[in-house]
C-alpha cells in the first residue's frame, strides 16, 4: 500500500513537529506575565505588596503578581552599570552619589508605598507594558501623585 520510506518518512515529520509543538508550549516568557487577565482599566485601587526599587513596585491583580513601574520619573539605579553611570553623568554627580539616591528613592518608597492602598491611572497616550512586562501607571497614594513626590524629595534622576 504505502511506501515504507514514505511511511518512514511521514512518521519522523509526526514526531518531529509533536516534539516542537510541546517545546514551544513549555517555553516561558519572563518579560510576560503568563496569564490572559493582564490590567487593562483606566482605573485600580490597589495594595502595594513589594518594593523592587524607587519607581518599581507590586501589586496583586486577580491573584496574579505584577510590577509595576511609575510613569513619569525616573529614579537612581541601586546597582552599578552604565544605566547608573548615564544618570550620574547627567545629574553632574558621582557613581557613588547616584547609586546612594537610588538607595535613598527605595527607601522613600518602601515608606510611602510598601502595604498602602494606591491608585492607579493608566494613561492611554503610554502603551500598558513596558518591554519587560511592568504596567505602566501613575500612582496615586493619599491623595498625591508619587512621581512628584519623589522630585519634591529630590529623589528622580535627571530627564534624558
Same mark, same amino acid.
Given at each position: 500500500?504505502? /511506501?515504507?520510506?514514505?511511511?518512514?518518512?511521514?512518521?519522523? $515529520?509526526?514526531?518531529?513537529?509533536?516534539?516542537?509543538?510541546?517545546?514551544? %508550549?513549555? !517555553?516561558?516568557?519572563? /518579560?510576560?506575565?503568563? *496569564?490572559?487577565?493582564?490590567?487593562?482599566?483606566?482605573?485600580?485601587? *490597589?495594595?502595594?505588596? =513589594?518594593? %523592587? =526599587?524607587?519607581?518599581?513596585? &507590586?501589586?496583586?491583580? #486577580? /491573584? !496574579? @503578581?505584577?510590577?509595576?513601574?511609575?510613569?513619569?520619573?525616573?529614579?537612581?539605579? *541601586? &546597582?552599578?552599570?552604565?544605566?547608573? %553611570?548615564?544618570?550620574? @553623568?547627567?545629574?553632574?554627580?558621582?557613581? =557613588? %552619589?547616584?547609586?546612594?539616591?537610588?538607595?535613598?528613592?527605595?527607601?522613600?518608597? #518602601?515608606?510611602?508605598?510598601?502595604? #498602602?492602598?494606591?491608585?492607579?491611572?493608566?494613561? $492611554?497616550?503610554?502603551?500598558?507594558?513596558?518591554?519587560?512586562?511592568?504596567?505602566?501607571?501613575?500612582?496615586?497614594?493619599?491623595?498625591? @501623585?508619587?512621581? &512628584?513626590?519623589?522630585?519634591?524629595?529630590?529623589?528622580?534622576?535627571?530627564? #534624558?
Amino acid at each position: 500500500m504505502f /511506501n515504507p520510506k514514505l511511511k518512514q518518512f511521514c512518521l519522523y $515529520f509526526l514526531i518531529m513537529f509533536i516534539f516542537l509543538l510541546i517545546s514551544n %508550549s513549555c !517555553q516561558e516568557n519572563t /518579560n510576560q506575565p503568563v *496569564t490572559t487577565d493582564t490590567p487593562t482599566e483606566a482605573y485600580l485601587l *490597589t495594595t502595594v505588596i =513589594d518594593i %523592587s =526599587d524607587g519607581d518599581t513596585f &507590586s501589586i496583586y491583580y #486577580k /491573584n !496574579q @503578581r505584577w510590577k509595576v513601574r511609575v510613569l513619569y520619573v525616573d529614579c537612581f539605579e *541601586t &546597582s552599578r552599570g552604565s544605566r547608573l %553611570s548615564d544618570q550620574a @553623568r547627567r545629574a553632574g554627580i558621582s557613581e =557613588d %552619589s547616584a547609586l546612594a539616591l537610588g538607595f535613598m528613592a527605595k527607601d522613600f518608597a #518602601k515608606k510611602t508605598l510598601l502595604n #498602602k492602598k494606591v491608585e492607579l491611572l493608566r494613561d $492611554f497616550k503610554e502603551p500598558n507594558l513596558d518591554t519587560y512586562g511592568r504596567l505602566l501607571r501613575i500612582t496615586i497614594v493619599d491623595g498625591m @501623585r508619587y512621581d &512628584s513626590l519623589l522630585r519634591v524629595n529630590g529623589l528622580a534622576a535627571p530627564d #534624558k
